[in-house]
């Protein structure tokens, strides 16, 4: 899991996550990110209309955009995200 993982001296965590900064990520990150967590909800959730996922991930990101530290940002979304989607799909979330 990307929050799980080691620095890899890149600037990124496993090449995936850009490190905290203070400033909001750039549209190109920001993007980048809506882009990844979608994509693997999309694989979790295949029966969720793509649309749909990328809309929950995007209003999760915006949520949690205001932060100071950046670095768990795309973690977070993805754990929110895909609570969202269990719920509202009626199904119980992982671990449960």
């Known amino acids: 899991m990307p929050g799980d993982a080691a620095r890899n001296g890149s600037g990124f965590i496993d090449g995936e996550y850009p490190l905290a900064h203070n400033d909001s990520m750039s549209d190109a990150e920001q993007e980048s990110t809506i882009s990844q967590v ?51 799909a009626g199904r119980p979330a992982d671990g449960e």
Not at 38 to 57: C, G
């Open 38 to 88: 979608t994509e693997r909800l999309a694989a979790r959730f295949p029966d969720e209309p793509r649309h749909r996922i990328e809309s929950i991930v995007g209003e999760e990101y915006h949520s949690l955009d205001t932060g100071r530290i950046r670095i768990y940002v795309p973690t977070l979304v993805e754990n929110s995200a895909r609570s969202r989607l269990h719920r509202e």
